[in-house]
């Protein structure tokens, strides 16, 4: 019996020793570890707490596709106060990881810290590195980020995660991560579906770098819309950037030109002169006028951009062949009021109220402000008034759409919302009627068996410092396909290319994106004979 007790007493005795001694270690010997943990967490126990919503695009067949989540990355950091050397954990970081060697030092030469970050995902070669040294002080973790699957593909759309000056916890900067940054990000955070058709903006995207880089332009734009409901099928611009890697890019490369920048359009808004003076009853597609060339109006002229006089034209080749005087002859014949009406009806005064922060209205105080003629005259053919790429858009579309402007929306869950009936379902096949002759005449944006309607602008850009125009341009097409049917509409813009002319350059590619979505939609010829 003596045996026994004294054997449970010494069992016992020996349990609470190992029991004690477990303790010891993990909060003396291993406590700087452990703190270190406990920091390292609690940086992020903001974004930690509640796990923030995806992004999806959406395919055409309604299918959500991975377009921002969260995933784990390793993390390498330090504990200071568990370093002796410095100096060589410096020198050894920095030969294996890359990073510089007096920054390291600094990080590491701090006796009462007991947590400072070296690398945020880190690679597994990096990881494996490390772990190959056995540096004293040296630990690797797992931290929750925000990863995009395909880089830089709808980065101006998307935006992305950083931390603030005053929050080390990341927020949403810039699209949709901005603009949703609460419903993302709160207690119960939610997931958020965009209009995005993923294939549709990659191949957007590839068509639109291919001409900045053929055409040495600074810069361009791309928006495919669905014109029937306003949605937003790709919307993309370059230069962009990754938001994996925001870091290493300027400023300018977050905002979106498609809904943050105005510009002077050019010749596509001769379609809507034509619409303005075919749906008020002044003129028809086959008025005619006869031009001289020029057209002075309080005291200056304006010519065509061919410097050529066309003689007596109607107004659908006043549109073939896209002739400046002709677009003042019709906004004339509309008169000032009417044509101004119909330029706010189309919603270019307004802003469109896109799912997306920081959208602007366009710029028509020479209209509004002005009485001259010359003003009114200028802006038949888009110079003097100033738009955003998707504003243009969704005027075109509203043509497209029996002359239904719609509201453009990129959010999937949005029940599409007719905004006004600009012009009648008549004049809106007259004057797409005319924009499917204009194509048919120049040949470059046809595609066998498709009626196709399209404009092209090429428009100066202003002199901000000097006055007057620069000897520099920007390309711009608006097409829609079929065009008395229409699955999409597009448009295409080139920012100071090496060419003047836009047929050599946003046409061709109008017509190579435009084909590949009436293959991707499997949308049948128009044209049966």
Known sequence: MKFRLLFLLTFFLLLYSALIFNTYKLQILKGDYFTARAASQSRLAGFMDSVRGSI??????????????????????????????????AGKLAEVLGLNQPQLLISLSKPSDPFEPILKKATAAQVAAVRGENLPGIYIDQERFRFYPFAGLASQVLGFLAPTADNPAPEGKYGIEEKFNPELSGK???????????????????????LISQFKAEGGTVIVQDPKTGKIL??????????NNYGDYKLNNFMNPAVQSIYEPGSIFKVITMSAGIDSGKITPDTTFTDTG??????RTIKNWDKKAHGKVTMTEVIEQSINTGAV?????????????YVLDFGFSDLAGIELPGEVAGDLNNLKTSFRDINFATASFGQGVAITPLALINAVSAIANQGILMKPYILGDTEPRAVRQVISPESARAVTGMMVSAVKKAQVA????????????????????????????????????????PSFTILLKLNKPNVTLAGMTVVPAFRELAEFILTYYNVPPDQLE
């Open 56 to 89: 999806f695009f959406t395919d055409r067949n309604g299918n959500p596709v991975p377009a921002a989540i969260n995933k784990e990355y390793p993390v390498i950091y330090a504990v200071p106060k568990e370093i002796a050397d410095p100096a060589m954990v």
């Open 188 to 210: 119960h955070s939610e997931s958020i579906s965009l209009t995005i058709d993923p294939n549709i903006q990659t191949r957007a995207e590839e068509v639109l770098a291919g």
């Open 234 to 243: 790709a919307m993309g611009s370059q230069p962009s950037f990754d938001p």
């Open 294 to 299: 020029s057209v002075t109006l309080d005291g």
């Open 329 to 341: 002859f019709a906004a004339r014949k509309t008169g000032r009021d009417t044509f101004y009406k």
């Open 446 to 485: 046809q595609i066998p068996k498709y009626d196709i309607a399209g404009k092209t602008g090429t428009a100066q850009i202003p002199d901000l410092i000097h006055g007057g125009y620069q000897e520099k341009y920007i390309h711009t097409y608006v097409g829609f396909a079929p065009a008395y049917n």
